[in-house]
């Protein structure tokens, strides 16, 4: 006789697997803390296997707890659209989709995006979470996030990704900065600048790094930060030089406050999708993907 798994057991394990602990997954789900270790314990008492290991206070998945953990998120993910689909007129889009995006995307193609994708499916409900590209990767990878968005390409074999739109970094300057009135920086003036740059991870980084490299040259890093904004402001304090996506400085090269220069660095990178294989990809995520393919990034 086949062991009688319930939704709600499924509901815990998801949480559990999601959270790390008994305590925050009860909270999330609104159950009492022993409703939840119960529940969670009838279920691996029902399959006759442990699903989690157990160091100290929290509960991390093992080998096999990973593998069921998409076929749960699939099978909550359908229990959602019956509902839905009961509930609603035919048709309809709604339902909630966990996206997942680095910042410079985040900050300046997705708002736009999100907000007219909304305007017309008005039950949708998009959460999006602004990272770099490492942790989108991360958040993709532990089914965290439905879809991410990165800067460049994913190298992690085990998600599916595909390019979206291409992107140009530039480097600037504060209007006076030594080297602000040259146009053209020679390979030396690259390698001997101070330069202000986004944190180790992000995609920004790794693209103008690798640009360096091509030159065979190694940059002189004054600064690593983790927002744009923060650089803007450390570049236009006279601080060093700063390599940015043109999409982030657009403004400021408009109103006089920041000033473009040109080298021989290869600055042209692809913004990609991201998503896992074994993620359920439900009609929302399937419509919110297409409608980012045919906008290809105007936001």
Sequence with gaps: MSPQVSFRQLQVFASVARLGTVSAAAEALSLSPSSTSQALADLERQLGVALFERPGRRLVL???????????????????????????PEGELRGTLDVSASATVGTYLLPGLVGRFSEAHPRADLRLRLRNTHEVVGDVLRLEADLGLIEGECREPALVSEPW??????????????????????????????????????????VFEQAMRDLGLMPRVR????????????????????CLSALSVAGERERGELVALDSRLVLCRTFSLVWHPERYRSPLWQAFKVFLVESRGDG
């Design 62 to 88: 093992n080998e096999l707890g990973r593998g069921l953990l998409p076929r749960a998120e699939a099978l909550l993910d359908d229990m959602a659209g019956f509902v839905a689909a009961a509930r609603e």
């Design 223 to 242: 600064m690593s930060l983790g927002q744009h904004e923060a650089i803007k402001q450390a570049v236009l304090a006279g601080l060093g030089l700063g």
């Design 165 to 206: 739109c291409e992107d140009r970094l530039v480097v600037v300057a504060a209007p006076g900065h030594s080297l602000a009135s040259r146009g053209d920086l020679e390979d030396g003036d690259l390698a001997e600048a101070p330069w202000i740059l986004r944190e180790p991870g992000s995609g920004t980084r790794e």
